[in-house]
């Protein structure tokens, strides 16, 4: 044989995924006590030496492919019924496989940033909650963070049983969530933690569908800018420590004024591996998983992506709609946390980024088979990470159960359906999904600011008029224009549905929001040299060059 070919054949074998020692290869999604979901065509695949017949014997029936010209084979098994009887996989191809411990029920993603990926361990009740932990039907897989923009085909993970060991340092949101599904059907589960502390949405989709969409033109602009500078370590390092010198002094400094210490610089990151990067997250954690058989996703995001909430009503939804396309199963339910309060109050009413990405999550249920839990009351002014969990998943697995498994339970916070101004007043209709409103903890409506033609907000007087009608007034403003609620970073209110769930932020007005993006700075053209002039010509008037207008402060 010719020596050239030989060499491209080794080199092939080399790249195609478990054919350099010539054996079928299986991801790691697929192995031993995972949990296939039930009542659906699942797919199972590997690679094996191109060309070689696959064979895949499982519930009494063999399914065949062939490996294609990359070796890879994949199979789809016939819809099976929740089974809580361990099963073996047998695979055949160049060598064989067993697969054991299967378990068939009800398997669902759990994705984010840090608040999806804060551990049952960091749980106020975590110590408790690991005691109850040992649930052999409930099975977890826990995805490493790998940022790259190289579609990876496998990653290093595995399914575990439920138990204190494996429960601690899983997701705290999906951990309960799944315990709940398991409990209430009777049905084993299966969840994947696939989140990354700090990640932007941007990170999870894939990056040519991203590039190649115009409403994130300036957005991957800016990226491919900061691409272009590439990353110096040895710069960032010698930054860093200088930040860090500095940082001590002013930590000395308010030590002897008895002030507080201010917040110690970040080490520095490669942001061309980390989790903002669009396509990084798709092509290191998801793309390994894709296409394994799901019920759906929960979701519990948005931190990252406040300071650009208006781009966000177009991302978030563009994000679900790639994930379904990706994942050919159809438009599988997919629930979101919406962003807890957070930071510190605020003694005036007024804009806010929080408010506004909270209002783009809220949008974004126009998308069918999708929900959001409404967590404005559990959060912690001085915590990112509200440490509350358990009420989080208890909120989300309303939705699941009442939209997917057919239970009669309230699952949908009150959100706003119309408003009338009529002379000093505003009455705003809420649409409750079958309930009725009521207050908390005082009798008073709290919440409410009311603007008129000005757009000067103050809070405002409020009441229930109605099962579902709230009249909110301020005598300082005889001409109301419109009222918001619960409309600030760590909003201070207390009106709830029946069954406890908050009423949804919400304004009525249509204001220009904080996060529009400002127009660029435009400097002015260097000077030409003037071109001879008559004597009697005029001289021209110089340019006055263009400024962009000041920011607003969220």
Not at 56 to 74: Q, R
Not at 89 to 101: F, L, P
Not at 367 to 374: H, K, T, Y
Not at 382 to 410: E, F, M
Request: hydrophobic fraction near 40%.
């Amino acid at each position: 044989m010719h020596r050239k070919l030989i060499h491209s054949l080794l080199l092939a074998l080399a790249l195609t995924p478990g054919l350099a020692s010539a054996e079928l290869k299986l991801p790691s999604v697929i192995g031993d006590h995972m949990v296939l979901q039930q009542k659906q065509s699942n797919p199972i695949w590997g690679w094996d030496t191109p060309g070689t017949k696959v064979s895949v014997t499982f519930a009494g029936k063999m399914y065949a492919a062939d490996a294609d010209k990359d070796g890879k084979w994949t199979v789809k098994l016939d819809p099976q019924v929740a089974n809580a009887n361990p099963q073996v996989m047998n695979i055949k191809g160049t060598t064989a496989k067993d697969v054991q411990d299967i378990l068939i029920g009800e398997v669902w993603m759990c994705s984010g940033q840090s608040n999806m990926g804060f551990t049952v361990a960091g749980d106020w009740k975590g110590d408790l909650e690991a005691l109850a932990s040992k649930h052999p039907g409930l099975r977890l897989f826990a995805l490493p963070m790998v940022g790259t923009q190289d579609l990876k085909t496998d990653i290093d993970a595995k399914w575990e049983l439920s138990n204190a060991d494996t429960a601690k340092p899983f997701s705290a949101v999906g951990f309960f969530f799944g315990r709940y599904l398991h409990e209430v059907l009777g049905v084993p589960v299966g969840l994947i933690d696939n989140a990354w502390g700090g990640s932007s949405a941007e990170a999870w989709v894939r990056r040519s569908t991203i590039e190649s969409d115009p409403r994130f033109k300036d957005l991957m602009e800016r990226w491919k800018t900061t691409e272009k500078n590439g990353f110096d370590p040895v710069k960032a390092k010698a930054d860093f420590e200088a930040q860090t010198a500095k940082w001590k002094e002013a930590v000395a400094a308010a030590k002897a004024a008895n002030k507080p210490a201010p917040q110690a610089p970040r080490a520095p990151q490669n942001p061309l591996t980390g989790q903002h990067r669009p396509g990084n997250i798709f092509a290191g954690m998801m793309h390994p998983t894709l296409g394994y058989g799901i019920k759906g996703v929960i979701w519990y995001q948005g931190e990252s992506n406040a300071g650009r909430a208006l781009e966000y009503r177009d991302l978030f939804p563009f994000m679900i709609t790639e994930w379904r396309k990706e994942w050919k199963q159809g438009d599988f339910p997919f629930y979101w946390v919406q962003l807890a309060d957070f930071m510190a109050y605020k003694d005036q009413p007024g804009d806010s980024a929080w408010a506004e990405l909270r209002e783009a999550q809220t949008l974004s249920q126009k998308l069918p088979n999708s929900g959001q839990a409404v967590i404005t009351d559990l959060g912690e002014a001085n915590d990112i990470h509200p440490k509350n969990k358990y009420d989080v998943a208890a909120r989300l697995v309303r939705w699941a159960l009442a939209k997917d498994y057919g239970i009669k339970i309230a699952y949908r916070s009150p959100e706003l359906k119309s408003h009338e101004i009529k002379g000093n007043k505003v009455t705003v209709t809420v649409d409750c999904f079958g309930s009725g409103l009521r207050t908390v903890d005082v009798n008073d409506v709290k919440g409410f600011a009311i603007c008129g033609e000005d757009k000067k907000w103050v809070w405002a007087q409020a009441k229930i008029v109605g099962n579902d009608k709230v009249e909110v007034w301020s005598e300082a403003v005889a001409a109301p224009k419109a009222v918001r609620f619960a409309w600030s970073d760590n909003p201070v209110f207390n009106l709830i549905s029946k069954e406890g769930l908050p009423v949804t932020p919400f304004r009525t007005d249509d204001f220009e929001m904080v996060t529009k993006p400002k127009p660029a700075v435009v400097a002015p053209a260097p000077a030409k040299p003037a071109a001879p002039v008559k004597p009697t010509a005029a001289p021209a008037k110089p340019a006055e060059p263009k400024t962009a207008a000041a920011p607003k402060k969220a």
